[in-house]
């Protein structure tokens, strides 16, 4: 999938062959990239293929929101974050769009006037030939844009437009909002039937505080201690918080993933003036560390490697702790309770893998 970010990057890189072939479109936040952006996609793709022409998916970064949030300064207008940039166009890809357009949301692009979006952005910039939205979608200044009015324009600039109505699961609405919420519950099988897919995060491996060798060392009964694969979130107000039974891919040569437990939050139990700065972190413990993995890593450490991790079952929200004993403690515990779950799972879907990761590097 070949990514665009700016407007600017779309105009150089576009040659003269290029702005004649012109593209298929759709337009939205995408977060989660969930089974109604699924289905839009797909809708898109296969009208993109009957005309000739490249499927596009637009975005922005930061969402909207976010920078309305920031420019009001009320934080809490803010959503909560499903995916990261990195993970949306992971799952954009994977569902078979050949271009995505990233556009930085910021003073400029709020105060367009939807006229202006059409002409200048749609048809002088980007070519578009056939225009998917949702039934909600509104855009340019104040949300005065509408679909009536890319329809109309549409017949007058000579593109098509199509809208597509919500997705429904068992009667329910599929939205973002419906995934934030059974994240922020800790709902993973909803979450999972949202989504298509188990909830991953993904990412380089990076170093942390190392608290875990620090508990082998002064904790004789923590064994090897609780090493961890540090994955940065990168939005400070994650959909999803607390200790999770997880998957971990991307470490073994085979595809088969790793069991796990992981902390994804701020680590109430830590420093926030730490290595990581207080960012928002999800630090995975694998249960297993097979000894091939000495082998085929630098010092037995995967620093620098790209893996994901699904979180598949929500043990309880971050706890914070008053002492390292009782932190050793209360990791043990959740190791425990994690080795409980995978017990419960059928041996076939143990095992089970949804995609590679280490191949894509964005």
Not at 133 to 140: E, I
Not at 284 to 309: F, N, Q, S
């Amino acid at each position: 999938m070949k990514i665009i970010r700016g407007l600017r990057a779309s105009a150089s890189s576009a040659n003269p062959s290029e702005a004649s072939t012109g593209c298929a479109m759709t337009i939205g936040n995408f977060d989660g990239v969930h089974r109604g952006h699924q289905a839009m996609i797909a809708l898109l793709i296969n009208e993109a293929r009957h005309r000739g022409v490249p499927s596009c998916v637009m975005t922005f970064e930061p969402h909207p929101r976010d920078y309305f949030a920031a420019l009001h300064q009320k934080p809490e207008l803010a959503p909560a974050r499903i995916a990261t940039l990195r993970d949306k166009l992971l799952e954009l890809e994977a569902c078979g769009v050949d271009q995505c357009v990233v556009l930085p949301f910021n003073a400029k692009l709020a105060n367009q006037s939807p006229e202006s979006f059409i002409q200048d952005t749609l048809v002088n910039t980007l070519g578009v030939r056939y225009l998917l939205v949702g039934d909600d979608f509104r855009f340019g200044a104040k949300r005065a844009g509408d679909y009536a009015m890319l329809d109309a324009a549409g017949s007058r600039l000579g593109f098509d437009v199509a809208r597509m109505q919500s997705y429904e699961v068992h009667g329910l609405r599929v939205s973002s909002s419906a995934v934030r919420d059974a994240l922020g519950e800790g709902r993973m099988d909803d979450v999972a039937a949202l989504l298509g897919r188990p909830y991953s995060v993904s990412g380089h491996v990076v170093h942390g505080r190392k608290l875990g060798r620090q508990l082998a060392e002064s904790h004789p009964g923590a064994g090897d201690g609780f090493r961890t694969l540090n994955l940065r979130f990168s939005h400070w107000k994650p959909a999803a918080s607390g200790i999770f039974a997880v998957q971990v891919h991307g470490l073994l040569p085979d595809g088969q993933p790793l069991p796990g437990v992981a902390n994804l939050g701020v680590r109430p139990s830590l420093d926030p003036a730490d290595v990581n700065g207080g960012r928002v972190l999800l630090e995975t413990h694998c249960l297993e560390w097979p000894e091939a993995m000495a082998e085929r890593l630098p010092d037995g450490e995967a620093y620098g490697k790209i893996i994901r991790v699904d979180l598949l079952h929500k043990l309880h929200d971050e706890l914070r702790y008053d002492s390292l004993d009782a932190l050793t403690k209360g990791i043990a515990q959740d190791c425990d309770d994690a080795r409980a779950f995978f017990a419960t799972l059928p041996e076939q879907a143990y095992g089970q893998t949804h995609r590679q990761t280490t191949r894509d590097r964005i």
